[in-house]
Structures are given as C-alpha cells and as structure tokens.
C-alpha cells in the first residue's frame, strides 16, 4: 500500500492530461485512484457523489486500502500490512525471503563491494545495510504478533472493520523474528572483520555500527544492535498489551506464550563450542534479560504485563541460581535480576547499542 503527495493539477485540456496520465504511470495503485477521486470530470448529467462513491468501492474490492501515518510506526505497529516500508504479499514470507538475501550477501561480501583506491574502512559503510538487510521488512512482519486486519469501515460498506490476525500467522511471524537472535545469524564471518580496519582519515562519514572498543570495529556492538531491533519489536509495551488482550479471546498467542518461547530461544539455546559465538549468545541473553527488567519496571506497561515479565525473571533468576557451576555471565545476570528485585537506585539496565536510523529514504 503506497501513498504520495499530489501535484495540485486541474485537468483542463489535452496537455495537462497527458502530463498526468505519464505521471500516473509511475505511482501506486492506490495513488492512481485517488488521482481519480480528486480530479476525475463527470459528464453533467452524472451524480458526482455516486460516480465518487464508485471510485471508493472499487478500492475497497481490489483491497487498495488506506492507512493514516499514525497506524504504522516503525515499531509497536498493530495493524498486520500498514507498514512504512515492506515488500511482498505475505510480509512474514517475505521476510524469510530477506533473511535468505542478506546470508548470500554475507556469503559474497569482499573488497569488490567497494571501488579501486577506497578505503578499506569503507567496508563498514556497505557492510551495515548488508548486516541490517532484514531491518525493515522485519519491524512489518513482526506487526502480526498480537496484531490486526483492521479498516476504516464505513456503516453499509461491508468492510470487515476489525479482526485479529490468525493464531498460526501470529506464532509463524514470531518464530521468524526470533530466528535472528539465533547466533547463526548474528555472527560475521571471521574472514570479513579482518578486511575492516579504523576509519581512514576524512573518511569517517556515513552510518557506522554501534560498538564500545573505540575506533576498532566491534561485531559484538553491531550485533547487539541487531538484536536490540529484534527484542524491542517483541517486548514493545503495546505489542504486549494487546497480546495479553487477544490472548484471552481465542486461539491466539499470549503474553505469557510469546515470553516463554522468547526466553526459550535465548536462554536455553544450545552453548556453541566457538568462544566468538558463546559471546554472541552471551550478548542475545543480556539483552534480553535487561530489556526484560526495562519493561517490568516502566510504569507505563500494565499491572498484568508487569506481572508476567516479572514472574519469569524471577524463574530466570532461579534457573540460573540453580545452574551447577554457572560461568561469570550467568551468575552476573543472576545477580542483576536480584538487585534489580530490590529496587535500591541506579539498578534499571540502561538501553542496549541502538543502530543509526538508516530509513531507505
């Protein structure tokens, strides 16, 4: 679904409407109805208003529908297709179809990306779209978990005005969000972190990946950011909201599913034997679990939603405890979730590393 702002043309002769009819060629579906709405002329003995009401109901039957901007924040958004940017029919399928993309370009990454006598740094430019290639097609897939269909429905138009989407559709959105936690696709090959040095001098311009080791390129910093993307989509205060709610009306996900199975896919991932990805995993767990108390403590969530993030960070804080032998992170975590319990100040776990916005326009 696409919309545009329209040049303010008043088709009155020939000229005009060749000018407009070569613009109409390059926009959406939807723009080139509401080109029509606007400005189509009617023949005098035609009733405008049902003639305009023609135009509505053939949008309605090619389901051309519209969305007002406030329904399709970048993340938090509740209706399943009134995304910013998306691709396809099938935004989840879709989005499986992009993570396949981004593997192959990782796969094919090198110093071709870039031209003769740039350099080498420049790597990290090319590389961060490369890495994030997912980004957006994945904050429109993940509007199905605890999402709507919904319209602006009119009384006798006979649109469907709301229904929640299918409980299937909501738990395949959500396991394909949470693949990307998976340390498989947060590791970048070795053989590419060892083309990327500093950036050189006066080529320090562009979006960078966030990370704490200063000027050196860090890919557990540029992984926390992608996984940072991925549990706030997931842990969003409304997207848990509405999950408590529609989990109570059916055969739908609810909060204490989506939870569960998130902390299944982080904390009880398999060890990898690789130290480089056991500090991938390492860095998926503390984001989780921080965001986790992020969300049980912010006043703004409901009583309920607190209660369910707080019931399985104590579990956490249990399970970890009664770990034979726990490795530092482990323990850390441990301890941090009881702190946080306690309330003493200065114990709410800051924000995770945050990308650079880097929208397609």
């Known amino acids: 679904m696409l919309w545009t702002t329209l040049p303010l043309v008043e088709i009155t002769d020939d000229r005009q409407l060749d000018i407009s009819n070569a613009y109409l060629q390059r926009i959406g579906?939807?723009?080139?109805?509401?080109?029509?709405?606007?400005?189509?002329?009617?023949?005098?003995?035609?009733?405008?208003?049902?003639?305009?009401?023609?135009?509505?109901?053939?949008?309605?039957?090619?389901?051309?529908l519209f969305m007002a901007h406030n329904n399709n924040n970048f993340v938090g958004a509740g209706h399943q297709y009134a995304?910013?940017?998306?691709?396809?029919?099938?935004?989840?399928?879709?989005?499986?179809?992009?993570?396949q993309v981004r593997q192959i370009g990782l796969e094919r990454f090198g110093e071709s990306v870039i031209r003769d006598g740039e350099p080498l740094s420049s790597l990290e430019n090319v590389l961060l779209p490369?890495?994030?290639?997912?980004?957006?097609?994945?904050?429109?897939?993940?509007?199905?978990?605890?999402?709507?269909?919904?319209?602006?429905a009119m009384r006798g138009d006979g649109q469907t005005p709301f229904t929640i989407i299918d409980g299937a559709e909501q738990?395949?959105?959500?396991?394909?969000?949470?693949?990307?936690?998976?340390?498989?696709?947060?590791?970048?090959?070795?053989d590419i972190l060892a083309r990327i040095p500093p950036s050189a001098y006066r080529?320090?311009?562009?979006?960078?990946?966030?990370?704490?080791?200063?000027?050196?390129?860090?890919?557990?910093?540029?992984?926390?950011?992608s996984v940072n993307l991925s549990v706030s989509q997931i842990l969003h205060p409304a997207r848990m909201a509405r999950l408590l709610t529609y989990g109570a009306m059916g055969d739908y996900p609810n909060l204490e599913e989506v939870i569960d199975r998130f902390l299944e896919v982080t904390w009880n991932a398999d060890q990898p034997r690789d130290d480089y990805q056991l500090q991938l995993l390492h860095v998926v767990q503390r984001v989780?679990?921080?965001?986790?108390?992020?969300?049980?403590?912010?006043?703004?969530?409901?009583?309920?939603?607190?209660?369910?993030?707080?019931?399985?960070l104590n579990k956490l804080a249990q399970s970890l405890e009664d770990t034979r032998n726990p490795n530092p992170h482990q323990a850390t975590v441990a301890?941090?979730?009881?702190?946080?319990?306690?309330?003493?100040?200065?114990?709410?776990?800051?924000?995770?590393?945050?990308?650079?916005p880097g929208d397609p326009i």
């Open 130 to 152: 490369l890495y994030m290639h997912h980004r957006f097609q994945l904050n429109s897939a993940a509007q199905s978990i605890g999402g709507a269909d919904y319209s602006y």
């Open 335 to 356: 301890a941090d979730i009881r702190r946080w319990q306690q309330r003493p100040e200065d114990t709410v776990p800051v924000p995770a590393l945050q990308l650079p």
């Open 288 to 312: 989780a679990a921080d965001e986790m108390m992020r969300q049980a403590g912010n006043a703004d969530n409901s009583g309920s939603v607190r209660a369910v993030l707080n019931d399985r």
């Open 29 to 64: 579906e939807y723009d080139k109805l509401s080109v029509r709405y606007a400005y189509e002329q009617f023949s005098a003995d035609a009733d405008e208003e049902e003639e305009l009401q023609k135009i509505v109901q053939e949008s309605i039957d090619r389901g051309l």
């Open 203 to 225: 080529y320090n311009q562009g979006e960078p990946f966030p990370g704490r080791t200063g000027i050196l390129f860090d890919p557990l910093g540029a992984a926390e950011g």
């Open 83 to 99: 995304s910013v940017w998306d691709n396809g029919e099938n935004l989840v399928d879709h989005l499986k179809h992009e993570i």
């Open 171 to 190: 738990r395949d959105a959500l396991e394909t969000v949470l693949s990307t936690l998976s340390v498989d696709f947060l590791a970048l090959p070795i």
